[in-house]
């Protein structure tokens, strides 16, 4: 199977750049849309702004996602600092989202951990 780099196409032209960028998007947008989709379900189930954040989560991606973009032909580096800037960026979507589903009634979860009645 080809790797991710082997399939950049050689450009000689910003039009052609932008067309190759263009069609990622295409591709990236709805994988990004539903990758947010999950991050409403994590604040439902969750329940608890004190947990949204969690560096133990954050670490595990980052260690699965750096030897995936070595093994693609990428810079693993600027894969963790993306990586790192959509985490933060999805952390913010999921307090939102709390934030959204609390005033819609969602009930806080309780010291025992189960949603109040």
């Known amino acids: 199977m080809a790797r991710a780099i082997d399939k950049v196409k050689n450009c000689e032209t910003m039009t052609e750049v932008?067309?190759?960028v263009n069609a990622?998007?295409?591709i990236l947008v709805p994988l990004l849309v539903e990758r947010g989709?999950?991050?409403t379900q994590a604040a439902k189930v969750k329940?608890?702004?004190n947990l949204v954040y969690d560096q133990d989560r954050i670490d595990a991606i980052i260690e699965r996602v750096r030897p995936q973009a070595e093994r693609e032909g990428g810079n693993a580096d600027l894969i963790e600092r993306l990586?790192?800037?959509m985490i933060t960026c999805y952390i913010d979507y999921?307090?939102?989202e709390l934030a959204r589903m609390r005033a819609a009634g969602l009930k806080p979860r309780t010291a025992s951990g189960s949603n109040a009645s």
Request: proline content about 0%; overall charge negative; charged content about 45%.
């Open 94 to 96: 999921e307090h939102e």
């Open 47 to 49: 329940n608890d702004e």
């Open 18 to 20: 932008r067309a190759g």
């Open 37 to 39: 989709g999950y991050m």
């Open 83 to 85: 990586y790192r800037a």
């Open 24 to 26: 990622l998007d295409d």
